[in-house]
């Protein structure tokens, strides 16, 4: 019986565990995916851009590109930008990960001596070294 219960308890530990750390990262995600539609509007007006002042440099005869080096360079760092938010997003879903696989595992009960401050990860009534009882 008591075994059911301790898998009963480890079992919503678990879920309350993972409603928390998803309830908390999802805030975080939400804003660095804003980020990242926002950086992905700004590529495409870009891309329009430049596609406008290709043509009219062609079609002005005037063959030098490099007025576009300008627009080439914004978009290459927004991309930069949005690969740095797509790694911070990934971190975000390893470091829940790891929180929910830490809630299978809570790390044992320490019992401490109030006497002499030794330490036991099961309980015991008394202390083994200086034979004070130990609460708990």
Request: glycine fraction near 6%; charged fraction near 30%; include cysteine.
């Amino acid at each position: 019986m008591a075994d059911t219960f301790e898998r009963f308890k480890s079992s919503v530990n678990k879920g309350i565990t993972t409603i928390s750390v998803k309830a908390s990262s999802s805030l975080e995600k939400s804003k660095l995916k804003a980020q990242i539609d926002s950086h992905n509007a700004e590529i495409e007006r870009l891309y329009r851009k430049i596609g406008e002042t290709a043509y009219l440099l062609w079609d002005n005869d005037a063959p030098d590109f490099r007025a576009l080096n300008d627009m080439f360079g914004k978009v290459k760092a927004r991309k930069t930008e949005i690969e740095r938010l797509n790694a911070e997003c990934a971190a975000i879903d390893e470091r829940d990960e790891q929180k929910i696989a830490n809630a299978d595992n809570p790390p044992a009960p320490t019992y401490v001596c109030p006497g002499c401050g030794a330490k036991y990860e099961t309980k015991l009534n008394f202390c083994r070294s200086c034979g004070t009882k130990i609460p708990g």
